[in-house]
């Protein structure tokens, strides 16, 4: 139809476009006769032009991502210098204040203290870092604060990219409401260059399903189908708090199902220094992976949530965070693993009630799963025979159906199996009665810490 419209008007004529057919096809038969003569060894071929410094990833995962004092102490410094004559709200000033306590002696960072410190070291490395999400440069939880507004002339200034005149472009950006649009872009952007690291913020985690399209096509199994890498970093603010079924759940269950391959990095991390080395490390490797992080919400104040200056200068990125308190390894009778959020109340309910042969144990990283790192924490209890899995979810979703089968290559024979604590299966991912919330979650850490061990 659109030929003959063509010719109707007489905007061209039949040989000419007999001949652009025949282009076109010549053009399509080339393309498919080099596509069937790809051969694995080729491989390399992905990793020309601005991805020639980097190679495929192999067993070690690892960066040196410690920073020293200095460069931490200039981050803020930088954070605090704003244009003269700017006025900031007086809250955001109060905050960004604290934020300078936090690295002094004594001090103890917060959540989004130790992300200013990650993006701003890797932008004073020469390094372009994109943040984008629906209200990233506030925070969605009124907690990053990295875009300034001025209350008298509301001019915008982004501190973090006013460090140093040598450092690389700090892009924020508050999106449009259409996850598919955005994270499709952003993506698209991290595969072009691994100078830059990308950022995709939902949110909510559960906002994400409105991209799931860009996730199993690209995300998920672009390097598989195409050879293609991407060091893309989604955040998704993930826990149950009682918001509903709508605010609680960024479908932990659905990243893990298409892990293969080490396709991906799974986290759901519990202290401002994991969440620090674990943005660093995406841009310190010779190789870009999508690093999928549950972030938090309550956490973001919550006091136990913090971490030691000396964390982000002398430390790494730990798979597994083993117990912290003093307890008696010996005496140890019941090992508890989780992930995340649920860790806090575990450890708070355990004090309050002076549990003190029961251990908590963190899986920080998911995928790729640090079986290492288990089976090494789990030798220092030699006593104990029960192991449980707690999670918040109901148990059809978050982590259960994939961690269970993957401890039974970590547990020694003196624990039969691994116990689940958690939420039951549900339809929905979480209820829409607060008190109904609160009874579910006070039960499964009972059962957690006190119930009998079975199946």
């Given at each position: 139809l659109y030929e003959e419209q063509l010719l109707a008007d007489g905007d061209t004529t039949n040989a000419e476009i007999d001949a652009f057919k025949q282009s076109l096809r010549k053009q399509f038969d080339?393309?498919?006769n080099y596509a069937r003569d790809f051969l694995p060894r080729q491989r390399v071929q992905a990793?020309?032009?601005?991805?020639?410094?980097?190679?495929?990833?192999?067993?070690?995962?690892?960066?040196?991502?410690?920073?020293?004092?200095?460069t931490l102490e200039r981050i803020v410094d930088g954070v605090l210098t704003v244009p003269q004559g700017f006025t900031i709200h007086p809250k955001v000033a109060k905050?960004?204040?604290?934020?300078?306590?936090?690295?002094q002696p004594g001090g103890r960072l917060d959540w989004a203290c130790a992300e200013m410190l990650a993006v701003g070291s890797i932008l004073l490395e020469g390094h372009r870092v994109r943040l984008a999400g629906q209200d990233s440069g506030r925070g969605t939880f009124s907690h990053r604060h990295a875009a300034l507004t001025d209350i008298r002339t509301s001019q915008r200034h982004v501190s973090l990219?006013?460090?140093?005149?040598?450092?690389g472009r700090f892009v924020l950006i508050d999106t449009m409401l259409s996850e598919a649009a955005v994270l499709g872009f952003e993506y698209g952007f991290s595969t072009a260059d691994p100078d830059n690291l990308v950022i995709w913020e939902a949110q909510f985690g559960d906002f994400a399903n409105g991209a799931q399209v860009i996730i199993d096509q690209f995300i998920v199994s672009g390097e598989s189908k195409w050879q293609r890498m991407s060091g893309l970093v989604m955040l998704l603010p993930h826990g149950y708090e009682g918001q509903g079924p709508e605010h609680s759940s960024a479908r932990l269950e659905r990243f893990l199902q298409m892990c293969a391959d080490n396709n991906l990095q799974v986290c759901n991390l519990t202290t401002p220094a994991q969440y620090f080395h674990a943005i660093r490390r995406q841009i310190h490797r010779e190789f870009r992976k999508p690093l999928i992080v549950m972030?938090?919400?309550?956490l973001?104040?919550?006091?136990?949530?913090?971490?030691?200056?000396a964390e982000l200068t002398e430390g790494t990125f730990q798979?597994?965070?083993?117990?912290?308190?003093h307890l008696d390894r010996n005496a140890v009778q019941r090992l508890l693993f989780c992930t995340g959020?649920?860790?806090f109340e575990l450890l708070t309910t355990r004090s309050d009630c002076d549990i003190t042969n029961v251990a908590i144990v963190r899986v920080e990283q998911l995928y790729p799963f640090p079986a290492d790192e288990l089976t090494r924490v789990i030798a220092t209890f030699p006593n104990a025979t029960e192991a449980f899995w707690v999670q918040e979810e109901p148990a059809n979703m978050g982590a259960w159906s994939d961690i269970e089968r993957r401890f039974r290559s970590v547990l020694p024979e003196r624990i039969p199996f691994l116990a689940y604590a958690g939420r039951r299966a549900a339809a929905s991912p979480a209820t829409g009665n607060y008190k109904l919330h609160r009874r579910e979650g006070e039960s499964l850490i009972d059962y957690a810490l006190r119930k009998p061990y079975a199946r």
């Open positions: 080339e393309e498919l990793l020309g032009g601005w991805w020639k410094s980097m190679h495929w990833a192999g067993t070690d995962w690892g960066a040196d991502t410690k920073l020293p004092l200095q905050i960004l204040a604290e934020r300078a306590k936090m690295i990219d006013h460090l140093s005149s040598d450092q972030t938090p919400k309550s973001l104040r919550n006091k136990l949530c913090t971490s030691d200056v798979p597994v965070l083993d117990e912290t308190e959020k649920i860790y």
